[in-house]
C-alpha cells in the first residue's frame, strides 16, 4: 500500500514538563493544533498536550 500525502508527522509537547509525543495526524481535516489529554512519564500523571510546529 502507499503512505498517504496529507499524513504529516506532528510533535506534541507537554504543557508542564518538557517530555514530548510524536503523531501523525490529516492536515486537510484538521487544521488547527490538536490538543490532547496524554499521560506524561515524567510527572507520572495526565496532562494537557499541545502541537509545535
Do not use: G
Request: positive net charge.
Amino acid at each position: 500500500m502507499a503512505k498517504s500525502k496529507n499524513r504529516d508527522l506532528v510533535k506534541l509537547k507537554s504543557t508542564e514538563s518538557a517530555h514530548c509525543y510524536y503523531t501523525k495526524k490529516n492536515r486537510r481535516n484538521t487544521t488547527a493544533r490538536v490538543e490532547l489529554k496524554k499521560y506524561d512519564p515524567t510527572l507520572r500523571r495526565h496532562v494537557m498536550y499541545r502541537e509545535t510546529r
